[in-house]
């Protein structure tokens, strides 16, 4: 039976969905389509390595465009059924080839790894039973990975349709168990409407069989010729090879080698992961040998970026057990940074070593308790260095992926590694991690009630950085003042440049009567700015003050370069969005949207109150006080 693309009709009674699991990927931490394809597909990859412990992983990425490009009369044979799908008005595509056009296209293979083994029939969720096919292709947020896996969520393979113009890929697979060889592809449109009838968003590619279940397809000749088309190169080697047809324009050669750079460095210099790129007849290999030399084509601004962290993992990667000073354990209960956690007879020679700008290396003990299992002992790993780098941002490395936008402290002239890697504590953060697994979640619903203190541990490891320095620098010696700016903000009046004149007293004549020179009134504050747990809240200012009329406020986090506000982020955070909570009362909400709210008084005793803020971090906030038309300014 020949593969075609199968779309179901909804059925009375179905869920009219519309698909947004590709916007999981849309935030700040992830900057481009590029870098999330190449986030989540290599950490599937990795997830599925064969754990021999010798042989890396290798991914390989192909860019097939210009000139390369499939020929329509080619790529027409593959989607002739679907594409009366593909141009249904309102089926979420914007951007639709035409029937004549090429087809430019991505190719993603990995080798050292399993492949999709599992039973291909299987079409439902059965307990205990672990089948990533059945995960890759039947099912939607769910997944089967375990702690020692990197992914959650059972969405990343969402990546490889928002890749494509049409939302859609091909999988050809080669098992480890059975030397299998199999192909299926999957588009996800929206919900869409063909001549009279209406279709679901999910669409397969394979042999349909009597009962209506799509079944890969596994016949020689077909597979053969896909292959040779779409430039694969894998032959009976295990692993999943991933075809991305209309590839993006986004997605470019120079954009996948500086994702793999940044979001891949650590594994790959550890040996765990290898990676080629390759385009036009030119292949570059990132691999641990290579990946300094492919930092400095990338020019200066990126190299100076990537290279510490580059020398700081080889030293990391090569530093004797012995170089390795282990902390005590934090309380078992609810861990909490403290001074004794420093070993007493370590504490003198750490701060000699972190002053003398030598490299650092850590091992941390914790405790992790999981909620109707066992009590387990685990570790994580710090490694630092005293360098005067203005950054001071942590770089959070959890099972090999860069934990991009986590909320920690910043210590500035510091540069710092933080590795979980070890199976109990790195499952806990793994559980708390968002989608794009950019951040650590404290109020995951699938972690709060997982863990006793789950919270705790995202707070200790976060602050591990900056605590440990800041016990390091309280020494009558040399104290550091500027380690850890985390103050409450409010914008200073700016000072004058111009010199100030000298006081000129005037000579009293005899029997003068001096009269003193009246006090200036002082200035009567109309609001009053105060810090609360989580945030701020603003009242009435001193009695006697005119009341404004509106409140106008901008808030920011703290930056170590340039103004707050300026440099605000909405992946920082949203008024309108939680955790944040805006509260007013003798007032009314005019606008509230990113970092800006505008409230209109209407009492005179007012409150505004706004809380959720990450209380890691320093908050800078901007009041403006608008007078009433017959308002004077007070």
Same mark, same amino acid.
């Given at each position: ?36 394809l190449v986030r989540e597909s290599i950490q599937n990859s990795l997830d599925a390595s064969l754990k021999t412990g010798s042989t890396p992983v290798q991914v390989r990425f192909h860019l097939a465009t210009g000139p390369d490009a499939l020929p329509a009369r ?54 205990? %039973? ?39 890929f091909f999988a050809l697979t080669v098992r480890k168990d059975d030397s299998n060889r199999f192909l299926m592809g999957q588009a996800v449109l929206k919900s869409h409407v063909v001549g009279n009838r209406y279709y679901t968003p999910d669409g397969d590619y ?67 992961? &290898? ?52 902390? !005590?354990?934090? !309380? ?5 940074? &403290? ?49 005067? %780098? ?21 210590v500035s002239g510091v540069r710092a590694l933080v590795v979980i890697d070890h199976p109990p504590l790195a499952k806990l953060l793994g559980d708390s991690e968002n989608p794009a697994h950019t951040q650590w979640q404290k109020d995951r619903e699938h972690f ?24 390091? !620098? ?29 006081? %000129? ?6 029997? &003068? ?89 209407? &009492? ?25 038309? !017959?308002?004077?300014?007070?």
């Amino acid at each position: 039976m020949p593969a075609k693309w199968v779309f179901r009709e909804l059925r009375r009674g179905d869920k009219d969905r519309q698909p947004t699991q590709g916007e999981f990927f849309s935030t700040e931490a992830i900057r481009s389509v590029a870098e999330a394809l190449v986030r989540e597909s290599i950490q599937n990859s990795l997830d599925a390595s064969l754990k021999t412990g010798s042989t890396p992983v290798q991914v390989r990425f192909h860019l097939a465009t210009g000139p390369d490009a499939l020929p329509a009369r080619t790529v027409r044979q593959y989607f002739a059924d679907g594409w009366k799908h593909f141009r249904a008005q309102d089926n979420g595509l914007d951007d639709v080839p035409q029937s004549g056009d090429s087809c430019p296209f991505l190719v993603i293979e990995d080798f050292g790894t399993t492949g999709l083994v599992g039973d291909i029939t299987q079409y439902r969720n059965l307990p205990n %039973t672990n089948n990533p096919f059945y995960y890759f292709f039947r099912t939607e947020g769910r997944s089967g990975k375990g702690e020692q896996d990197r992914g959650r969520w059972g969405i990343g393979k969402y990546v490889f349709p928002r890749s494509s113009r049409i939302n859609a890929f091909f999988a050809l697979t080669v098992r480890k168990d059975d030397s299998n060889r199999f192909l299926m592809g999957q588009a996800v449109l929206k919900s869409h409407v063909v001549g009279n009838r209406y279709y679901t968003p999910d669409g397969d590619y394979g042999e349909e069989a009597s009962d209506g279940l799509v079944m890969p397809t596994s016949e020689e000749g077909f597979l053969n010729r896909i292959c040779e088309d779409f430039s694969i190169s894998r032959r009976n080697e295990p692993g999943l090879s991933v075809v991305v047809p209309w590839v993006v324009e986004e997605i470019m050669r120079d954009a996948i080698l500086q994702a793999v750079v940044k979001g891949y460095f650590f594994p790959i210099l550890c040996g765990g992961l &290898e990676v080629s790129v390759a385009e036009a007849g030119q292949e570059t290999r990132v691999d641990r040998d290579t990946l300094a030399t492919v930092c400095r084509q990338f020019g200066e601004e990126f190299e100076k970026e990537m290279l510490p962290l580059v020398n700081l993992t080889i030293w990391a990667r090569d530093s004797a057990p012995s170089e390795t000073i282990r902390l !005590n354990r934090a !309380n078992a209960q609810r861990p909490k940074w &403290e001074p004794k956690l420093i070993p007493d007879d370590k504490l003198t020679e750490l701060r000699a070593k972190y002053r003398a700008g030598q490299k650092l290396a850590l091992e941390i003990p914790l405790t992790v308790l999981e909620r109707d299992h066992p009590t387990r002992e685990s570790f994580f790993k710090v490694f630092l260095v005293k360098e005067g %780098t203005e950054e001071g941002a942590p770089v959070f490395i959890r099972d090999g992926i860069i934990i991009a936008d986590v909320r920690g402290r910043w210590v500035s002239g510091v540069r710092a590694l933080v590795v979980i890697d070890h199976p109990p504590l790195a499952k806990l953060l793994g559980d708390s991690e968002n989608p794009a697994h950019t951040q650590w979640q404290k109020d995951r619903e699938h972690f709060k009630f997982r863990y006793t203190f789950g919270k705790s541990y995202i707070d200790f490891v976060t602050q591990s950085v900056s605590m440990f320095v800041r016990y390091l !620098n309280e020494s009558d010696e040399e104290p550091d003042r500027d380690l850890l700016r985390e103050i409450f903000s409010i914008p200073k009046r700016p000072e004058t440049e111009e010199p100030k004149e000298k006081a %000129t007293t005037r000579k009293r004549k005899k029997g &003068e009567v001096v009269k003193p020179d009246p006090k200036p009134e002082p200035r009567l504050r109309r609001y009053t700015l105060s810090k609360v747990t989580s945030g701020f809240s603003i009242t009435r200012g001193h009695a006697g003050a005119p009341i404004p009329s509106e409140i106008r406020i901008a808030a920011a986090y703290d930056r170590r370069r340039g103004g707050p506000l300026a440099k605000y982020s909405p992946a920082d955070f949203k008024l309108n969005e939680a955790p944040l909570a805006v509260e007013v009362s003798g007032g009314e909400i005019i606008e509230k949207q990113l970092n800006r709210l505008v409230v209109s008084i209407l &009492e005179p005793d007012f409150r505004v109150t706004v809380t959720g803020f990450d209380e890691n971090r320093d908050l800078f906030v901007d009041v403006d006080a608008k007078e009433a038309p !017959n308002d004077s300014k007070a």
